[in-house]
């Protein structure tokens, strides 16, 4: 199994700034994958995240509004830019394992 | 393109009796197919899985699904539900041949368990 971990575990922020959420892994993955939880909702994929290349994004989300980096194989980030209220989610990371993925705690983001 | 559908937004239980969450599927091919339990301001934590082999899988805290490949369906179950089993559960389907590929999650549901 990973250990994965989340940074920060949640915020609030103000309308029109950016957050960069931070994920960390206890081995090295190959591929690593970004979803958003909106308050109620179920999961949704925002991108997919391969080390050496550019982020591949779900329909519905873009690189300018959450751009992602995956500098090596344990670590991650995205960016929540120019947030609005409706950007209030969980948003968690997770990474392909054997047969299954593992999931962060996520970070609890809350936009005023 | 995958799809998974859960179509009870909430199933209530009295403890000690058995339970199902419904999930259907629709994914071209073979599908993966996996039951994700969340506990309130907890991360999302894996039941079980189902890749090939036995209809019938068995998970994490006494769970199993079966899987039924006529009627594309991975219904969740368990013989006797406890108080503690009260939490939101999604169904995911993974997409192509290989396990390394995105999750798509069903939208949950909410099991309660009433003493």
């Known amino acids: 199994s990973a250990v994965i971990s989340q940074k920060p575990s949640r915020d609030i922020c103000q309308r029109g700034t950016s957050l960069t959420i931070q994920c960390q892994v206890d081995s090295q993955v190959t591929m690593m994958f970004w979803y958003r939880q909106q308050p109620g909702q179920s999961l949704t994929l925002i991108a997919t995240?391969?080390?050496?290349?550019?982020?591949?994004?779900e329909s519905g989300f873009v690189i300018d509004k959450f751009p992602i980096s995956r500098p090596n194989l344990t670590f991650s980030t995205l960016t929540v830019s120019n947030m609005s209220p409706e950007d209030s989610s969980i948003y968690l990371c997770?990474?392909?394992?054997?047969?299954?993925?593992?999931f962060g705690p996520g970070t609890r983001l809350t936009v005023l | 393109a995958q799809s998974v559908a859960q179509p009870e937004d909430q199933v209530n239980v009295a403890e000690g009796n058995p339970l199902t969450v419904k999930c259907t599927y629709s994914v071209s091919g073979n599908p993966y197919l996996f039951w994700y339990v969340q506990y309130p301001n907890r991360g999302l934590q894996f039941l079980l899985k189902?890749?090939?082999?036995?209809?019938l899988v068995k998970g994490s805290y006494g769970f199993e699904a079966e899987f039924n490949k006529s009627q594309t369906s991975f219904h969740l179950k368990k013989p006797s539900a406890l108080v503690s089993d009260s939490a939101l559960y999604f169904c995911a389907v993974s997409s192509g041949y290989s396990s390394a590929s995105k999750i798509i999650f069903g939208s949950g549901t909410r099991l309660s368990i009433r003493p």
């Open positions: 995240a391969n080390q050496g290349s550019e982020a591949t994004y």
């Open positions: 997770s990474v392909d394992g054997r047969n299954e993925q593992f």
């Open positions: 189902y890749i090939t082999g036995d209809n």
